[in-house]
């Protein structure tokens, strides 16, 4: 999973939207360039990445009123501010070390998110997704908690790279329903995980390896609800403009009723370091290798084992009371107190 030698460029552009049904605007994007520290690369480019590469960011806010729109605002700006002032002064350039500091970006948002709730009342209970990509060299790393989206469009034809973490996808990988179902089920928006509401989370790594002309497009539920990853493989191929395809995705979202808030961000990567696609092969959802399960939900859903057969409580032996002295010594002791009791008898009936 090393970087790929040679000059890779990416040309971003990210929209966001209001949607039709709600009154403010919850989700917010970042597009970061962890080299330069600068984050606006949503215009013109294409631009090359820089040694410590790039960051995307969606996040989905929740929790009413403001909370929703300051915690996803506050996940954006956490995790764009830990990695400057982590990865930047970082000696160890590995991917190892990048994914790394992913990782721990959005475990401390989660934590700055959850105490800030928990100080402040009016926004008790407040929380957001966030879906974060990260290119270093020629790979793709991502680090996903909730169900904002990343997909990669390769070849003509578009791949989910993260899973929701959500009651209908634990469902499907069970193979309690199928992905048509959870489409369409009254429970589809139930997520099990959000930055902020928990003091623990879950964060889901996976990796892609890069290749010339792949696109990029991470999304708040806002429009993967409403627009499927073919519906956006099959734009590409008569739209290559990014600026074209962000309006056309949003328009598309909106006239199928707009129920949240939108937002997209697109990338495309080229350069001479990347392979071509044949080189590379399709893509798909890669766990990065971590060490650790890879998931801490699942099991909640599988039915409970068997109780084992009922056990008899033991039975504990009588314990004997502890002697001191030989059996011939505690005999002779016994038959002298018998003769003094006797003695005393006798005594007595005098």
Known sequence: MSPTAGPVTVTVRARTDLGRTRDHNEDAFLVADLTTRTVDLTNGGPH???????LFLVA???????????ASSMAADLIFRHLIESWNTEADTSPEQF????????????????????????VRGMGTTATVAGVLGGVLYLAQVGDSRAYLVRAGAATQLTKDQSLMQRLVD????????????????????ALGPDARIRVDLTWQRLSRGDILVICSDGLSGQVKREEIAELLKSQQDLDSLCDQLIAIANERGGPDNITVVAARFDGAG????????DASYQHYPTG???SDEVP???????????????????????RNGSPA?????????????????????R
Not at 175 to 184: D, I, K, V, W
């Open 48 to 54: 090359q990445v820089g040694e410590r590469g790039i």
């Open 60 to 70: 989905d806010g929740m929790g009413g009123a403001a909370a929703g729109e300051l």
């Open 99 to 122: 994914t790394q500091h992913l990782r721990t970006a959005v475990e401390q948002a989660n934590d700055r998110i959850h105490l800030y709730s928990k100080e402040h009342p009016d």
């Open 174 to 193: 069970a193979g309690e329903l199928t992905e048509e179902e959870a489409e369409h089920s009254e429970r589809r928006n139930i997520i099990l995980q």
């Open 274 to 281: 990347l392979p071509v696609p044949s080189e590379v092969g």
């Open 292 to 294: 650790e399960p890879d």
């Open 300 to 322: 909640a859903l599988q039915p409970p084992p068997p109780a084992p057969p009922p056990v008899a409580p033991a039975v504990e032996a009588p314990v004997p009371a502890r």
């Open 329 to 349: 010594m505690m005999t002779g002791v016994g038959i002298g107190v018998l003769l003094l009791l006797l003695a005393l008898y006798l005594l007595l009936r």
